[in-house]
């Protein structure tokens, strides 16, 4: 079985066709072939038709091997082209090797033929390649220059920007080209540690791991400050060397509403701890989730969190009959008792038990709260002893 191989012939003669098919298949190829002799024969197979060569008469009635070449160049194909002709002169070989053929036979020695057919089809699989590794190349450099996010690449010898996409620009403040050769702790901020004491750290990290992620305080050209979440990793630039290259965003708006939910948080846990009730927020399981102050001093020494309020409060291994958060998981409605504690020296609490609700309405969690009512048990026990 022979390696297939299309082939495109432009000449008049199939005797001629024949005598290239034989000498292809004695060279280990097996032809799928067509032959033409007008231009306009020609367009019709180019568009019906992919062939992997073209062997083409120099000179032909009413048609040519430069003719055939040129209505290749303008379809835009790169098909191996040799002409294979009678001998014409050495400046028509020069001629056709000029204009892009990729040889000149000599139909009285095809002994050539087959060795150059493998030539041109190996140069035209690596022209291929090199065009999509450059296309390639091409798409992701514009994918990187129209980033939202800051690319920059740093040479890992020096640590010296070597190309930054137009984000990088707008972020810091800087004039195109204007970062070029530039260290990059230029853009570290000043902190504690100082920014060269942070490049460093993230240098080290580099060499020692090839990647660094995290939050980094950065300063634009203006001396204003910002932070930046960086993802940086390790590659071989042709061109430069090994390379840093560090996708960077802006999160200064993300830390701020971060910082404020953390204020909230500690002032929500702040007023939660402030209660002299006894406060849990419980899972659907029972098991305390969140305790404030009072109930983790009540119970000091012992595990709260994680351990079902039941076991917690009553020392059960189940709810009681009548207890307010399995009827608040049940109805989803606030629910109450009151409870005697053996576990609280016996006191008396008033336990409200209170929903909390997914947006779909399913009860997730409950706020369990429990009052300490032992002195209002004994007035009231006091009240009707006297009566």
């Not at 095809?110 to 089809?121: D, Q, S």
């Not at 853009?187 to 992620?213: C, F, H, N, Y």
């Not at 002032?267 to 305790?291: E, G």
Request: net charge negative.
């Amino acid at each position: 079985m022979g390696t297939p191989l299309r082939v495109l012939i432009v000449g008049d003669s199939d005797d001629d066709a024949q005598l290239l098919l034989r000498e292809l298949e004695r060279r280990g190829y097996e032809p799928t072939w067509s032959r033409l002799d007008t231009a306009e024969a020609m367009k019709a197979s180019l568009d019906e038709e992919t062939w992997d060569v073209v062997l083409a008469e120099y000179s032909l009635p009413r048609f040519s091997g430069l003719a055939a070449l040129t209505l290749l160049k303008e379809r835009g194909l790169d098909v191996p082209f040799i002409v294979v002709s009678d001998p014409v002169g050495e400046e028509a070989a020069v001629t056709a090797l000029q204009a892009g053929a990729g040889d000149y036979i000599l139909k009285d020695n095809l002994t050539r033929l087959a060795a150059a057919v493998e030539r041109e089809l190996r140069e035209a699989e690596a022209r291929r390649a090199r065009k999509q590794a450059e296309e390639t190349i091409r798409l992701q450099g514009e994918i990187v220059q129209n980033m939202a996010e800051g690319v920059q690449l740093v040479r890992s010898s020096d640590g010296a920007i070597v190309y930054v996409n137009p984000a990088v620009e707008r972020m810091f403040g800087y004039d195109a080209g204007e970062l070029a050769g530039k260290p990059f702790s230029l853009l570290l901020a000043p902190g504690e540690r100082g920014s060269e004491r942070t490049a460093d750290d993230i240098m080290q990290s580099l060499k020692d791991r090839g990647v660094w992620r995290g939050e980094v305080r950065k300063v634009k050209k203006d001396g204003t400050t910002f932070w930046c979440e960086l993802n940086v990793s390790t590659f071989d630039h042709p061109e430069y060397g090994r390379v840093w290259v560090s996708v960077a965003e802006n999160v200064t708006e993300r830390k701020r509403a971060e910082e404020a939910l953390s204020q909230l948080a500690g002032q929500w846990q702040d007023t939660f701890d402030a209660m002299q009730d006894l406060v849990a927020i419980i899972d659907a399981d029972h098991r305390v989730v969140r305790a404030n102050a009072a109930l983790r001093q009540a119970f000091l020494g012992e595990r709260v969190l994680g351990t079902h309020c039941y076991t917690l409060l009553h020392g059960t291994e189940a709810p009681p009959p009548n207890c307010p958060a399995t009827q608040a998981f049940s109805t989803g409605r606030p629910a109450r008792a009151e409870l005697r504690e053996a576990r609280l020296a016996d006191r008396w609490l008033d336990v409200f038990a209170y929903p909390i609700k997914d947006e779909e309405g399913a009860v997730r969690h409950v706020v369990h709260v429990a009052r300490d009512i032992t002195e209002q048990k004994r007035s009231e026990e006091a009240l009707r002893e006297r009566g």
